[in-house]
């Protein structure tokens, strides 16, 4: 296979933090090449310097693109083409493309990154009010062609969407909308796909797919594929090379099953549990239920006469496969939503409060008590961690208080005290992952909740940041007290981090009680989709 990228002495700089050092690392035409690495590692910076369509003013070293280009007409194309007859009469010559040299603007460049298509960790960047087919026909459209109607439904036949033409893409799931995404750059007729964790946020079952998508894709065009992610067995899939990223720097390459290993070796284990004291209830639910009215399906029950306990104190998971009820039941706790029929109370010191009365005498004299830490959270980016954590959610405090409170609650997410002062002044894209969710969880803790309701919190997380953030809410639990509700596909999470679970199929709650005894109820289905088997 011929070189098509070569990484010479690769180093990104922003400011003062090494995102990438000296990387040397060699792609060759048709080749997948897989990158593994924890969040924060330098992974998605590398994938933004091979798209090549921003600019880098802290970057040294060479990106060199190997490829075959039509003098006449300037087409690109693969660097084996070279010598062949252009369709356009013109003969394809080798040329070569620096990146770290040539201006984003140089024409040559500009012809190369059309070529090069991205799949973006949690960006699904469609048109949300059109049609599925009618996505994929205007991704050529922003580049000045047309498509016919026929191509884009073998398109979309490739990444097995042939069943959602015609539905409108904001109504799809998360793994249909990355797959819609992956037919809009094989619009593009790329040479290269770069995919940047494509699969990060979707559970094992829906994974699959969209790695088969991938694969067959990559076959079928002949393209070569570059894929990140902190999922072992993603490299083992799909790689035929891999290299372990940490810390900006290449620590291995080689055999995906021996990079992966190295990989898991780092992530360490999480140690003893300290059993916990678990109080009385502090939520209670009798006979929930949630009905929706969809054109398509008609009534849906959301949420199915549901009815259980929490206890102060305890961390208790709701658990099931996606479409299962669990996250409109923890909207229906915090209240966001009030259902339909059935009652839920929650306790704040010896009252108990109906959360199915609205207004400032009826929930919302729980609700200031109740943190709610969602799977997309966000941090202010033009804030400081130490922001973030007063002036931005509206906690108006003194400097020193603030700072005395900031650094307290960031040591109750696991942080030391040492850590916590160092990343107080820091801006959230100077964090990693892990980092990031520890801090949006104390976003949530320093306004001294009594109940914290974490919906997916370890959903696009490595092995290393998911026993970091396991250790955090252990933690939590232990220093103040409280209690957790949290909303989760991932079994090996559950098991390691709640007391309790309560299993939801079709918006019934089917079991509830200890996570081993919950695994006991899985259907098959249940199985492929939360545990990947």
Not at 335 to 355: K, Y
Not at 374 to 395: C, K
């Amino acid at each position: 296979m011929a070189p098509f990228i070569e990484i010479r002495d690769l180093t990104v700089r922003f400011g003062d933090v090494v995102a990438l050092r000296n990387i040397n690392l060699t792609i060759n035409e048709g080749e997948s090449v897989g990158i593994l690495g924890r969040s924060g590692c330098g992974k998605s910076v590398l994938m933004h310097v091979l798209r090549g369509v921003e600019a880098f003013p802290g970057l040294t070293g060479s990106v060199i693109f190997h490829v075959a280009r039509c003098d006449k007409c300037r087409r690109i194309e693969p660097p084996s083409h070279a010598g062949e007859r252009c369709k356009c009469g013109g003969v394809l010559k080798p040329q070569q493309a620096d990146f770290a040299v040539l201006d984003i603007n140089d024409p040559l460049r500009r012809d190369i990154t059309r070529r090069i298509a991205i799949m973006l960790q949690r960006t699904f960047a469609l048109y949300g009010d059109e049609r599925v087919i009618t996505n994929v026909m205007r991704a050529v459209e922003e580049m000045g062609t047309s498509m016919s109607v026929q191509r884009a439904a073998d398109l979309l036949d490739e990444v097995n969407l042939s069943h959602r033409l015609m539905h409108v893409a904001r109504e799809l799931s998360g793994g249909e909308k990355q797959r819609v995404v992956l037919a809009r750059q094989l619009a593009k007729s790329p040479m290269i796909l770069l995919a940047d964790e494509p699969t990060g946020t979707l559970d094992p079952a829906t994974a699959k797919v969209v790695h088969d998508s991938i694969k067959r894709a990559v076959e079928d065009f002949h393209m070569t594929l570059v894929i990140t992610s902190h999922w072992e067995d993603v490299m083992v899939e799909l790689a035929d090379r891999a290299i372990l990223l940490d810390k900006g720097e290449i620590k291995a390459e080689g055999d995906p099953k021996d990079v992966a290993a190295q990989f898991l070796a780092m992530a360490g284990s999480l140690g003893k549990r300290e059993k916990a004291e678990i109080g009385e209830p502090i939520i209670k639910a009798e006979g929930l239920s949630k009905r929706y009215i969809s054109i398509d399906r008609g009534v849906v029950k959301a949420v199915d006469n549901v009815s259980f306990e929490v206890r102060e104190g305890e961390i208790f998971g709701v658990v099931g496969v996606s479409g299962g009820g669990k996250t409109t039941l923890s909207k229906i706790i915090s209240g966001i939503i009030t259902p339909t029929s059935g009652s839920i109370l929650v306790r704040i010191g010896d009252e108990w409060v109906d959360m199915t009365v609205l207004g400032s005498s009826g929930r919302g004299r729980a609700t200031k008590y109740i943190g709610l830490l969602h799977q997309e959270y966000t941090l202010y980016p033009s804030r400081s961690v130490i922001e973030n954590l007063t002036e931005a959610i509206g906690l108006s405090l003194p400097f020193e208080l603030a700072e005395r409170k900031a650094i307290h609650t960031l040591e109750t997410v696991g942080f030391t005290e040492e850590q916590a002062e160092t990343v107080l002044n820091k801006m959230p894209d100077e964090l990693s992952e892990g980092e990031r969710h520890r801090v949006a969880m104390a976003q949530v803790l320093i306004k001294e909740p009594r109940i914290v309701i974490l919906d997916e919190p370890t959903g696009t997380m490595d092995a290393i940041t998911k026993i970091e953030v396991t250790k955090s809410i252990l933690n939590a639990r232990e220093e103040v007290g409280e209690t957790f509700v949290i909303v989760s596909h991932d079994m090996d999470f559950v098991k390691n981090v709640c007391d309790r679970a309560m299993l939801m199929r079709n918006g019934q709650a089917i079991f509830t009680g200890l996570p081993e005894e919950v695994l006991a109820k899985f259907t098959e289905e249940e199985e492929k989709e939360m545990l990947g088997s």
